[in-house]
Each structure stands twice: as structure tokens, then as C-alpha cells.
């Protein structure tokens, strides 16, 4: 089988590029229905590119409707012509798909029940249903084979990886994702992000504790590995302190990592330098954290001040919080997801979660 070959000087990718030769084939029928295209490995030596750059292409046109691709079985052509959208009478049940580690601290959150709430209140106004899946940990597999018939699509949140999203691509369905990719850079992808702002989430925090009089604000945030989001609320917070008049103070910051247990080593040793501050804001907590920071107040005898704020996320009950409207978002993410399975003109967006301001109830 002869396939034309890539201009690896063109600005157009190369994953456009071989999706659109094999695209060429099936529309003009050199590729008929039925037909089986060469393997991974084959069109990898065939088009001289990355393994990477195969699966990417044939999944742009699984999207598109020309060819359906099973590990176990191969790619085969089942349309010469894209599909026009997805009939969600018969694809009836959208999948919820979420990272272990996320699930496992925040799933008992009410923000957490919040968002699923509300994107199987919107699955049921279409007659709809909502199933749920843990990736991550040891689930390396979705476990959807044989689902193909009834699932519409899929919508990932929680802690989501770039190999978490290659697993997902290899199963074909169309997704999106809530929250942006755990990586080192935000990429235009091809598919929906639906995200907060952090920066301006910050900022905003920071403004509302200086125009209640705080001037000391202690930014606690989780520091994991310098990701853009952690750049932009260090900013946010920075810039709000500057446009008021206020001095950045770097011994203010205080980094907590992954476990719970890090907030309590972090608090502790920042309480033992007798640093003055006025306010806490904390950025992206859950509760399980926020207890252990308390225990390290509690045991150096150190009240916490009367003045504190949560933002990016609002899971700490009774504390007052600028943080994402979960409930808003999960609406918007399904909607999305529909968008994208219903129409043919559906591009690609990152679409900025609201904020609310509420105070978490005690569940």
C-alpha cells in the first residue's frame, strides 16, 4: 500500500498531516469500507514518525468517523465520508471519569458531589445516564470494551495525566476534560478544557482580604512541581500585593505538598520563625490538609487570626471562599461534551470556570 509521504518542513504537524493523507485514501475509496489499515508499527515505519504521532492521527479520525480502531483487533475503515454527529437516543450514557488520587481526598467533599450532581442532573434532562470510572493507581484500564454501542462520550476531572489522556485516546470515545492537565506546560489540545483562572482567582482573594485591613496575608498554597497553575496564583498574589501598596514578603509563602501531612510540617516550622501575619489565604485545599495545619497552630499554642480565605478550591468547611462554582462547571462541561458529539463545526476550546463566593457547610 503506497501512501504519500510527510513534508517534515511544513508548520502544519505532522499528526494533521498523516491523518489528512490517510483521510485522502478513504474519500477517494483507495482505502474501501472494510478494509484493515496497516498496523501502528507499519504506518510508523511507512510515514517515518513517532508511534505517538500514529495513534494521535488515527484517533483524529476515529473522531471523525472513517475508522474504528480496537487494540486486539485492528484498524479497520467503516465510513468513506465523516460522521455528522453522534444520535444520543442511542448513545445514551456519558461516563464520569476521574483521577484516583483526586477521588480518593476530595470525594467526600460537597463540592466534589457538587459537580457530579449537577453533570447527572443535565445527563437526565436528555434522557441520559451517568456512569463513573477511577483511572489512576492501579486502574490503568477504563473498562468500557464493551460499551461502545451505548457510550457517548466522557468527562475527565481530578488529577489527569498526559498518559492518563494517551489511555483515554486509545478507547476512541470523545471527551473533555475538567481542570487542565497535570504537565509542566498548558498546550492547545484537541480537545475542551474547562479551567479556572487561577490567577485572577487570586488576585481577587488577595484584594478582599486587604479591603478588610490585612496587610501580613501567609499564602499557603500545595507546590507539586513548579506546574503553570502554581506560577499563576504565586502572580495573582503578588500582583494584588503590589497594586495595593504592599510589599512582597517571600517568607510569607509557605509551600505544603501532596499529603496532608506536609501541611503540618510546613505550618510548624513556619510558626517556630515567629513571622508576624494578620491573614491566611489558602489556595487549593482540602480538609484533610487543613486539619493537619491546625494541628501544628495548636500544638505551638498559636491561634489562627480571625481573618481567612480560601481560593481555587472551597473545601474547607466554615471558612469563606472565592472558589470554582462547581456546580456551574459540571453544567458547562456536559454541555460541551454534547457540543461536541452533536456538532460537525464543534473546535476545540478552553473555557474558564466561574467563581462564586459561599462559605462551606460542615457535612
Given at each position: 500500500?503506497?501512501?504519500?509521504?510527510?513534508?517534515?518542513?511544513?508548520?502544519?504537524?505532522?499528526?494533521?498531516?498523516?491523518?489528512?493523507?490517510?483521510?485522502?485514501?478513504?474519500?477517494?475509496?483507495?482505502?474501501?469500507?472494510?478494509?484493515?489499515?496497516?498496523?501502528?508499527?507499519?504506518?510508523?515505519?511507512?510515514?517515518?514518525?513517532?508511534?505517538?504521532?500514529?495513534?494521535?492521527?488515527?484517533?483524529?479520525?476515529?473522531?471523525?468517523?472513517?475508522?474504528?480502531?480496537?487494540?486486539?483487533?485492528?484498524?479497520?475503515?467503516?465510513?468513506?465520508?465523516?460522521?455528522?454527529?453522534?444520535?444520543?437516543?442511542?448513545?445514551?450514557?456519558?461516563?464520569?471519569?476521574?483521577?484516583?488520587?483526586?477521588?480518593?481526598?476530595?470525594?467526600?467533599?460537597?463540592?466534589?458531589?457538587?459537580?457530579?450532581?449537577?453533570?447527572?442532573?443535565?445527563?437526565?434532562?436528555?434522557?441520559?445516564?451517568?456512569?463513573?470510572k477511577l483511572i489512576g493507581?492501579?486502574?490503568?484500564?477504563?473498562?468500557?470494551?464493551?460499551?461502545?454501542?451505548?457510550?457517548?462520550?466522557?468527562?475527565?476531572?481530578?488529577?489527569?495525566?498526559?498518559?492518563?489522556?494517551?489511555?483515554?485516546?486509545?478507547?476512541?470515545?470523545?471527551?473533555?476534560?475538567?481542570?487542565?492537565?497535570?504537565?509542566?506546560?498548558?498546550?492547545?489540545?484537541?480537545?475542551?478544557?474547562?479551567?479556572?483562572?487561577?490567577?485572577?482567582?487570586?488576585?481577587?482573594?488577595?484584594?478582599?482580604?486587604?479591603?478588610?485591613?490585612?496587610?501580613?496575608?501567609?499564602?499557603?498554597?500545595?507546590?507539586?512541581?513548579?506546574?503553570?497553575?502554581?506560577?499563576?496564583?504565586?502572580?495573582?498574589?503578588?500582583?494584588?500585593?503590589?497594586?495595593?501598596?504592599?510589599?512582597?514578603?517571600?517568607?510569607?509563602?509557605?509551600?505544603?505538598?501532596?499529603?496532608?501531612?506536609?501541611?503540618?510540617?510546613?505550618?510548624?516550622?513556619?510558626?517556630?520563625?515567629?513571622?508576624?501575619?494578620?491573614?491566611?489565604?489558602?489556595?487549593?485545599?482540602?480538609?484533610?490538609?487543613?486539619?493537619?495545619?491546625?494541628?501544628?497552630?495548636?500544638?505551638?499554642?498559636?491561634?489562627?487570626?480571625?481573618?481567612?480565605?480560601?481560593?481555587?478550591?472551597?473545601?474547607?468547611?466554615?471558612?469563606?471562599?472565592?472558589?470554582?462554582?462547581?456546580?456551574?462547571?459540571?453544567?458547562?462541561?456536559?454541555?460541551?461534551?454534547?457540543?461536541?458529539?452533536?456538532?460537525?463545526?464543534?473546535?476545540?476550546?478552553?473555557?474558564?470556570?466561574?467563581?462564586?463566593?459561599?462559605?462551606p457547610e460542615a457535612k
Amino acid at each position: 500500500m503506497q501512501f504519500q509521504q510527510l513534508d517534515f518542513n511544513s508548520p502544519k504537524v505532522l499528526t494533521i498531516q498523516l491523518a489528512d493523507v490517510i483521510e485522502r485514501k478513504i474519500r477517494n475509496k483507495e482505502l474501501s469500507v472494510g478494509q484493515k489499515l496497516p498496523t501502528q508499527a507499519e504506518l510508523k515505519k511507512i510515514f517515518g514518525v513517532s508511534i505517538e504521532t500514529v495513534n494521535e492521527a488515527l484517533w483524529k479520525l476515529v473522531q471523525e468517523g472513517y475508522i474504528s480502531s480496537r487494540p486486539r483487533h485492528g484498524t479497520f475503515v467503516i465510513s468513506t465520508s465523516p460522521k455528522t454527529g453522534v444520535d444520543l437516543t442511542v448513545k445514551n450514557e456519558v461516563c464520569l471519569v476521574v483521577g484516583a488520587t483526586y477521588f480518593l481526598n476530595e470525594s467526600t467533599s460537597p463540592k466534589f458531589t457538587g459537580l457530579m450532581s449537577a453533570i447527572e442532573g443535565e445527563a437526565r434532562k436528555k434522557n441520559m445516564h451517568l456512569l463513573f470510572k477511577l483511572i489512576g493507581g492501579a486502574n490503568t484500564e477504563l473498562g468500557l470494551e464493551n460499551k461502545e454501542k451505548s457510550v457517548a462520550g466522557l468527562i475527565l476531572a481530578g488529577n489527569v495525566t498526559r498518559e492518563n489522556i494517551s489511555m483515554v485516546k486509545k478507547t476512541g470515545f470523545p471527551f473533555i476534560i475538567i481542570g487542565d492537565v497535570l504537565d509542566k506546560i498548558i498546550t492547545k489540545d484537541d480537545f475542551d478544557v474547562v479551567a479556572t483562572d487561577d490567577y485572577s482567582g487570586v488576585y481577587a482573594g488577595v484584594k478582599r482580604l486587604v479591603g478588610s485591613g490585612s496587610k501580613r496575608i501567609l499564602f499557603i498554597r500545595v507546590a507539586l512541581a513548579d506546574y503553570p497553575w502554581e506560577t499563576d496564583q504565586l502572580n495573582g498574589y503578588k500582583q494584588a500585593l503590589q497594586d495595593s501598596g504592599i510589599a512582597f514578603d517571600k517568607n510569607l509563602v509557605l509551600d505544603t505538598h501532596e499529603t496532608p501531612e506536609s501541611g503540618y510540617e510546613a505550618a510548624r516550622a513556619f510558626l517556630e520563625k515567629q513571622i508576624p501575619f494578620d491573614s491566611i489565604l489558602f489556595i487549593g485545599f482540602g480538609r484533610a490538609k487543613f486539619g493537619q495545619i491546625s494541628k501544628a497552630f495548636a500544638e505551638k499554642n498559636i491561634k489562627m487570626p480571625g481573618t481567612l480565605l480560601q481560593v481555587v478550591s472551597g473545601n474547607i468547611p466554615g471558612i469563606p471562599a472565592m472558589a470554582r462554582d462547581d456546580e456551574e462547571t459540571g453544567r458547562t462541561a456536559f454541555s460541551r461534551l454534547c457540543q461536541r458529539l452533536t456538532d460537525p463545526g464543534w473546535k476545540p476550546e478552553r473555557i474558564i470556570a466561574p467563581l462564586k463566593t459561599f462559605t462551606p457547610e460542615a457535612k
